[in-house]
């Protein structure tokens, strides 16, 4: 009579981190969907004109397979089994959809607050993610994680502006306003990174 080897438990993901994969890879696949009807049929569509949407295809899925891809090579070089955190892979990758949702539905035009409400939510998605990934690493005391995590929100503000700024704003139609708009979103976005790291510092602090 012969007996299976059973895999040892960290071998094998819970069945909510399989649901987070399909999460992640559904996020993934519908961003890239849309980017690529944004770029190929820009000129049919008004809404995705002067937006630097062939630039976005090839950084938003560079920039959201980053960190996974990392990840998971440094996973393989330590030889860890643990599961992969693809809840906090799903939070990083969500406001890239949301973005490139909220040109798809006009939104950005047709909704005055809609620009706002993103850089202050996207941010609190994306620092949560990241977040959830310095969780499992031995930062401490609680308090301190949580500042790296706002200002980690503060620096990539700073450099999503840098880049929109550079892919369309400084050869298209919005340069007059770009200044009041730049400090907005600054503000918004690092609010959105403090709140991220105030929440994950408490969750730390209650684990610990």
């Not at 987070?20 to 995705?48: D, G, K």
């Not at 980053?66 to 990083?92: E, H, K, N, Q, Y």
């Not at 706002?150 to 340069?175: D, K, Q, V």
Request: aromatic fraction near 12%; charge should be negative.
């Amino acid at each position: 009579m012969t007996t299976e080897a059973t895999p040892p438990a960290s071998a094998v993901p819970p069945s909510g981190d399989v649901r987070w994969r399909w999460v992640t890879i559904a996020i993934f696949v519908a961003t890239v969907a849309q980017l690529l009807v944004a770029t190929f049929f820009a000129s049919e569509l008004s809404r995705f004109e002067g937006k630097g949407f062939g630039a976005r295809l090839i950084a938003y899925p560079v920039m959201m397979l980053a960190v996974p891809l990392i990840w998971t090579a440094v996973r393989s070089r330590r030889g860890s089994t643990a599961p992969l955190p693809w809840d906090g892979f799903a939070l990083i990758m969500a406001p890239f959809l949301i973005d490139v949702t909220g040109n798809t539905l006009n939104l950005y035009d047709g909704v005055d607050w809609w620009d706002d409400a993103n850089h202050f939510f996207n941010w609190l998605l994306l620092c949560s993610g990241v977040g959830v990934l310095l969780l499992r690493s031995r930062i401490t005391p609680p308090w301190a994680l949580g500042w790296l995590i706002a200002g980690l929100g503060a620096m990539l503000a700073i450099g999503w502006e840098l880049g929109e700024w550079y892919t369309f704003i400084r050869h298209g139609t919005e340069l007059d306003t770009a200044y009041t708009d730049t400090l907005g979103d600054l503000a918004l976005g690092t609010l959105g990174g403090a709140l991220a790291g105030f929440v994950v510092a408490r969750v730390s602090a209650a684990r610990s």
